[in-house]
């Protein structure tokens, strides 16, 4: 696809490649499925994902008939107790992992404590955790907070930046903590690559894959991912503060043991034995009672994914944020926006970020003309491209509106100034 993107030099040109572009586009029909609000173009999918059609239903279902009426009897007749399983096995499906190792539960930052201590103690005669400057930031807090609570004899956050990564690799290094996709940029890391340089050192790696579920092809078990965390409310389209997922590779389950032992993560929970005896399997990573409301409108979420193929997922991708750059160009905006995303498409996430000094206000003109992207200190302006619900036609009019606030810096009107508590 991205192939039949060549470069443009006029709006008409790019209207007319859309519209053949939508006309071959074999996830077209994945559009119907989600609930978009009319006459929005909607480029924030790698923040907040759409409503899907089946969880909009199933909202209504768990909390009028199962919570309403069955009321405590669901945790058996609607199999509420097996939900982290029956959703982490879904999730698996979409990350490349065969069946129990996966489990849905808890944030990437809750999840990310278990792994950490879980990971150090795995390597007891190492403390460094080797990570990346511009990783996530509560990717590096949760180490901090590791490192506060077990003191830096056994556990010492080591950042460098993405290019030295790979020399940083040595035998002080007991983890590896990376996101495979910059939150930021978009660019990928070889996952595959980097977890075999690791493991070459004897480091355990932890990937964090909150941007890339559900929109890129990934294959934890082929590429032997020891750990990995990642959220569902962006790309699988689990909705506001969805449970997250946690990923021990099968030959790790054994020994690994997580700190943060509540009483579901227990072999019996409903003996209420005083002693904790963790479960040997994937649920020893659940603590408390999981979020069901939200974990089962996630479960009607992920039937998206039925017989979806990712490889399709990701040339769609690739094309779309193709596309965008290519229409940049053509429409003369990439002097004012500079793109500090991968050009090449295979290193690049479902993201363009441009930068620009008022990428805050200009945000804003945006969404007030019904074109919804994000901002991240200082200066960036993300566009999300989810291939599931947006189309050619819908970046081209992304791009239009773009012009018009920069051409006529629309973007210096003081409305577009104003800072709610998230930006
Ligand atoms: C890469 C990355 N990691 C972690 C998080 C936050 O994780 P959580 O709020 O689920 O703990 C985000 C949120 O956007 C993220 O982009």
């Not at 071959?24 to 924030?44: H, N, Q, R, T, V």
């Not at 994937?282 to 017989?307: E, H, R």
């Not at 606030?405 to 629309?410: C, D, G, L, Q, R």
Request: glycine content about 6%; aromatic content about 8%.
């Amino acid at each position: 696809m991205t192939n039949q993107i060549s470069a443009f030099t006029s709006l008409e040109e790019l209207k007319t490649a859309a519209a053949r572009l939508d006309s071959e586009d074999k996830l077209e029909s994945y559009g119907a499925l989600f609930d978009l609000p009319d006459d929005c173009i909607y480029l924030d999918g790698n923040s907040l994902g759409v409503l899907p059609v089946s969880a909009k239903k199933r909202a209504k279902e768990v909390v009028e008939q199962q919570w309403g009426r069955d009321l405590i009897s669901s945790w058996n007749t609607h199999n509420w107790i097996d939900l982290p399983i029956i959703v982490g096995e879904k999730i698996a499906k979409i990350v490349g992992a065969a069946p129990s190792q996966t489990l849905c539960c808890d944030s990437i930052s809750v999840n990310l404590f278990k792994l950490l201590c879980g990971a150090l103690n795995m390597r007891p005669n190492r403390k460094v955790v080797l990570s990346q400057q511009d990783n996530f930031p509560t990717d590096l807090y949760m180490v901090q907070g590791v490192e506060s609570l077990l003191s830096s004899q056994r556990c010492m956050l080591r950042t460098v930046d993405s290019n030295n990564l790979e020399a940083s690799l040595n035998e002080e290094v007991a983890v590896l903590l990376l996101t495979q996709v910059n939150y930021k940029t978009g660019y990928i890391h070889n996952m595959a690559k980097l977890t075999k340089l690791a493991h070459e050192k004897g480091i355990l790696v932890i990937w964090d894959l909150a941007h890339s579920a559900g929109v890129l092809d990934l294959k934890l078990d082929a590429w032997e991912v020891d750990f990995a965390v990642g959220c569902t409310y962006k790309y699988l389209n689990g909705g506001p503060g969805a449970p997250g997922f946690v990923y021990v590779a099968q030959r790790h389950l054994a020994q690994f043991k997580q700190p943060l032992s509540g009483w579901m993560g227990h072999s019996n929970p409903f003996q209420f034995s005083p002693n904790y005896q963790s479960n040997k399997n994937i649920s020893q990573c659940l603590t408390g009672t999981p979020a069901i409301i939200s974990m089962s409108i996630l479960d009607a979420a992920l039937d998206v994914f039925n017989n979806l193929s990712m490889l399709q997922v990701v040339e769609k991708s690739q094309a779309l944020t193709e596309f965008f750059i290519a229409g940049l160009t053509a429409l003369e905006l990439d002097t004012d926006l500079i793109c500090i995303s991968p050009l090449e498409p295979e290193l690049r996430g479902s993201q363009v970020a441009v930068t620009h000094p008022n990428a805050f206000a200009i945000c804003q003109a945006l969404i007030k003309r019904n074109v919804v992207a994000d901002f991240r200190a200082p200066n960036v302006l993300r566009f999300g491209f989810a291939p599931l619900y947006i189309g050619f036609s819908d970046v081209v009019r992304a791009l239009e509106s773009l012009k018009q606030i920069i051409a006529n810096k629309v973007y210096l009107n003081p409305e577009f100034e104003v800072k709610s508590k998230v930006t």
